[in-house]
């Protein structure tokens, strides 16, 4: 009885066709500083110091639109912790340049995107692992809950221009603490946003809304980020210190 032998070659042949098929199976993965490199090149473009050149994104969406399609691929949980932290960044503020697009140029306020019955961050426009979710899911059931870190606050950025200004790179793993430090310094320190007079440590809006993601201690924060200076009137004063917060400036963070 004569029986068939497979050809050694197709045999090769036939492991790499299942090896490839499977390896389009598996979910993509965005991590690394060349991953995001698209969002990197749009953010050095078009985001000059916190101010955004939301005309000329407009006219590159096509390619924001490839990194967004980059991130809804990707399986977050498969990232270690440090990279998973700096992913959901991006997405956050990527996903809100989109939001600020979807309605440009008709949009003074990232608030003209909500409706009566849903806020803007209430809106299920975020594509990632597999399902449409939402900026206030990103915001408040994964960054804020999973990695407690406070700097994150300066790190996401709302299209307005009493936020932190847009970072102007992507962050990422192996650069993250430095990236979270630098924008968490810069915010503090600017008084166009928080400034000391006299006793009166005037501080932004965002201090009084995530108290708790500070420990309740806004003053021993200033304290850990502050300038040589700031620093040293803040510890000088700290017994009758008060505080007070600033209103919030919603106007979009455009150019």
Request: aromatic content about 14%; hydrophobic content about 35%; glycine content about 8%.
């Amino acid at each position: 009885m004569n029986t068939y032998k497979q050809p050694t070659n197709a045999k090769k042949y036939t492991c790499w066709i299942f090896f490839i098929g499977w390896m389009f199976l598996l979910p993509a993965s965005v991590g690394s500083a060349e991953d995001h490199q698209i969002f990197g090149e749009l953010l050095a473009k078009y985001n000059q110091g916190g101010h955004v050149d939301y005309g000329g994104l407009k006219r590159q969406e096509a390619r924001l639109d490839v990194y967004l399609d980059g991130l809804a691929k990707t399986d977050p949980e498969l990232l270690p912790r440090k990279e998973r932290f700096a992913f959901y960044v991006n997405a956050y503020n990527a996903w809100t340049i989109k939001l600020i697009l979807s309605g440009y140029p008709g949009v003074g306020s990232i608030k003209d995107l909500g409706s009566l019955f849903k806020s803007q961050w209430e809106k299920k426009i975020v594509k990632l692992g597999g399902m449409i979710t939402t900026l206030d899911h990103l915001e408040h059931d994964i960054l804020r809950p999973e990695f407690k870190d406070p700097r994150v606050h300066f790190a996401i950025n709302c299209a307005s221009k009493g936020c932190p200004p847009l970072y102007q790179e992507p962050f990422s793993g192996n650069q993250l603490d430095m990236q979270l430090d630098e924008v968490t310094r810069h915010f503090i320190n600017n008084p166009g946003y928080n400034r000391l007079e006299g006793n009166t440590l005037y501080v932004s809006s965002i201090f009084k809304w995530f108290l708790e993601d500070f420990n309740d201690d806004i003053i021993g924060f200033f304290e850990q980020y502050a300038s040589d200076k700031l620093k040293n009137e803040i510890i000088k004063q700290r017994s009758s210190l008060k505080i007070k917060y600033l209103d919030y400036d919603w106007s979009l963070n455009g150019q």
